[in-house]
């Protein structure tokens, strides 16, 4: 097979999340959540109902934790005040924050997707002509045969014809 027709491998492109969460030590993961915790509840303080019970507030702190776990807690910390600096008086949810944290992690691998896409992506090639393409099927050890059509039907050139002789052929008067 020729060298430009080698099947295309996958690329390595870079992970959707900088973390994996699921992949991290118990101890580790615990520890993370703890600061995911704190930044979480440093920065919404300010929006949460003083009448909140500590209970509400705990569970609410888990879901964040939850949604924002495969990020570094220095990464989410950023997102919360770019979102406090930008929107100072709407509080934002978990998915403000992911949408923040993807957008800034695209921005920042966009050229290595970019560049793995390139990669892969074959040269156009010209199309083969009909004899080329015989060959190809000889060496593999096909047999071209052409079919032709029946004898009992007309060809468009005899079609073509037998028209013309129609429309040169003079009226009838009546």
Excluded at 151 to 164: D, P, V
Aim: hydrophobic share 40%; proline share 10%.
């Amino acid at each position: 097979m020729p060298k430009d027709h080698l099947p295309v491998t996958a690329v390595q492109l870079p992970p959707t999340t900088p973390l994996c969460a699921s992949s991290m030590p118990q101890r580790d993961l615990v520890e993370h959540r703890k600061r995911i915790a704190a930044i979480v509840d440093i920065e919404l303080d300010g929006y949460f109902r003083p009448d909140m019970g500590e209970g509400r507030r705990a569970m609410l702190l888990a879901r964040w934790c939850d949604e924002l776990q495969d990020w570094p807690a220095e990464s989410i910390r950023a997102a919360m005040a770019k979102w406090c600096r930008d929107q100072p008086r709407t509080r934002p949810n978990y998915g403000d924050i992911l949408g923040l944290l993807r957008a800034a992690w695209g921005e920042k691998h966009a050229p290595a997707v970019r560049a793995a896409m390139a990669a892969t992506q074959e040269a156009p090639r010209e199309p083969i002509s009909a004899e080329r393409a015989n060959a190809i099927l000889a060496e593999l050890g096909f047999a071209v045969k052409r079919v032709e059509p029946p004898r009992n039907c007309a060809t468009a050139a005899e079609i073509e014809r037998h028209i013309q002789e129609l429309q040169d052929r003079p009226e009838a008067e009546p």
